[in-house]
């Protein structure tokens, strides 16, 4: 059944526990405080979001961890502090608009059986076609080195793809700063690839840029 929340502030609403499923959610600029969506028992990822959207929404210390994101929609997002996605798993997912600082990361490193979760995390992008679509975002601020880079669709102007295999021959030290930061996901992520965000809402967007061009200068990013 589809659900449409629209102008509502949620506090402290908390969904734990793997084998749900939520379609058609419509949330219409709602503000989300200290709410929780969680699983901490299956890296087969059976907490699903589905065909579901946000708009003009808001978050505000929300915790996400282990939640696999099919066909969902993100139009503007609004967040106080970095929003952090632990463990997820995204296929068809499109943030568009203004974002606030986001962040998709690995399973929390206090979960028991990590390595269970990124094994199923490997396992799930097999099968995914694409897996965000970043091109129309302004980010504030934006960091996806959990998704694999190549199944991102981007901006190629601000967003970059990066490889392993040619930034690891490349000593830390040569790297400007953002470029840097983005190598050394390397080292924490089981992917090969991944996208670097040059956000355009962020007040040092232009050393970004700079840092951009430091790559495409030596053939480091496509």
């Known amino acids: ?43 087969e990822f059976s907490l699903v979001v589905r065909d579901s959207s946000m708009q003009g929404c808001r978050v505000d210390r929300c915790s996400v961890q282990g939640v696999f994101f099919d066909g969902v929609t993100i139009d503007g997002l609004a967040a106080k502090q970095l929003h952090r996605l632990y463990g997820c798993v995204f296929r068809r997912v499109v943030l568009r608009g203004k974002i606030g600082p986001i962040m998709a990361m690995g399973p929390h490193t206090g979960l028991a059986g990590r390595e269970h979760y990124i094994a199923g995390m490997i396992e799930k992008y097999r099968d995914i076609e694409w897996a965000l679509d970043i091109s129309e975002a302004v980010f504030s601020d934006a960091d996806f080195y959990y998704v694999p880079g190549h199944l991102i669709r981007r901006d190629p102007e601000t967003q970059v793809l990066l490889s392993r295999e040619k930034v690891k021959n490349v000593p830390r030290e040569d790297f400007p700063l953002y470029a840097g930061i983005w190598a050394s996901r390397f080292d924490e992520t089981p992917f090969d690839t991944l996208v670097g965000v040059a956000p355009k809402a962020s007040s040092n967007f232009s050393n970004y840029m700079s840092d951009i061009e430091w790559l495409r200068s030596r053939n480091l990013v496509e």
Not at 22 to 40: D, H, M, P
């Open 1 to 43: 059944m589809a659900v449409h929340i629209e102008g509502q502030t949620v506090r402290g609403a908390k969904v734990i526990g793997s084998d749900r499923r939520y379609e058609g959610v419509r949330l219409v600029k709602c503000t989300l405080s200290a709410c929780s969506l969680a699983q901490f028992d299956d890296p």
